[in-house]
């Protein structure tokens, strides 16, 4: 049973399900201190209870919007107060939001999913940094997915990989800019995960037609047939949150058991 998260504290957005979920399940059994932000919903409560029955106290759940500034802000404030500090930063929560072809897809469908994968990834950075500093360092990990990055295959996902694009960017310039603090600033990109995703998708009707069928070449085939697990990512965002990756930064690490290579 490893420690490596022993005294630390982390703040885990999207953290009621899937990925989110699992890391904080991951760094609470590791030692951690858990602050899980996400909206309103009886499964961030739960994911509390969870983790507070493998240590009472370990996980608290915030009720916060990630694309609302002064929500952020508001809740990064009530966590470091009540935990003492931050020293992992897991910017994690988004949506697939609206899957059109680009002349369907309105503005407001298109805002939205720039406001939470983006601009959210932003705030939950922007609101966390004085803090990590105030701390001599820290992690920040920012999850991406390999589509935008390496594989465009969803279709009607122009919104979607665009703002996972954006966030790969973002951790980059960030891991120079915030490198003199000793924080680190990484980037995930996930391929297919078996979580709840699906239902923060909405498609339009044609999209809604389209099965695009797999075919792997021939002598070539991924991992697996079906989606990782989001434990499979827990322990990538563990391991990068720790002092085991105290030398990358800027870095984007796909885990996708090789899908985006077919
Ligand atoms: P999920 O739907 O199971 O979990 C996402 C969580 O984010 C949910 O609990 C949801 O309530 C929360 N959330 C949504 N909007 C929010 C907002 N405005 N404010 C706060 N919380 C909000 O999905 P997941 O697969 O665990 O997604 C986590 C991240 O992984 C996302 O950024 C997603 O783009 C990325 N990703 C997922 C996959 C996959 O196949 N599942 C692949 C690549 C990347």
């Known amino acids: 049973n490893r420690e490596r998260f022993r005294g630390k504290t982390a703040i885990i957005t999207g953290a009621g399900s899937g990925i989110g979920k699992a890391a904080a399940v991951k760094l609470a059994n590791e030692g951690a201190q858990v602050a899980l932000f996400d909206l309103l919903d009886e499964r961030t409560e739960q994911a509390a209870r969870e983790i507070n029955a493998i240590r ?39 949506i697939n939001g609206k899957l059109a072809p680009v002349e369907d897809l309105s503005f407001e469908d298109w805002e939205k999913t720039l406001s939470i ?48 694009a954006g966030q790969v960017a973002f951790a980059k310039m960030l891991a120079l800019e915030l490198a003199q603090f000793k924080i680190r600033v990484n980037a995930i990109s996930p391929g297919a995960i ?34 990782g697990q989001p434990e499979n990512v827990a322990d990538l965002v563990a391991f990068l949150g720790s002092d085991e990756a105290i030398h990358i930064t800027g870095a984007r690490i796909v885990i996708d058991g090789a899908e985006s290579l077919l």
């Open 56 to 94: 009472e106290g370990a996980a608290r759940a915030y009720d916060v919007d990630v694309a609302d500034p002064k929500r952020v802000e508001q809740a990064v404030r009530e966590a470091v107060e009540h935990f003492g500090g931050v020293d992992v930063v897991f910017a994690n929560a988004g």
């Open 117 to 164: 994968n983006l601009t959210g990834t932003f705030l939950t950075v922007k609101y966390t940094v004085p803090y990590l500093k105030q701390r001599g360092g820290g992690s920040i990990i920012i999850t991406s997915s390999i589509n935008g990055n390496d594989t465009f295959s969803g279709f009607g996902m122009s919104a979607y990989s665009t703002t996972k």
């Open 194 to 227: 078996s979580t709840n995703i699906d239902a923060s998708t909405e498609k339009s009707k044609e999209l809604q037609e389209i099965v695009i069928p797999v075919k792997y070449p021939e002598g070539s085939q991924p991992l697996s047939d079906g989606p």
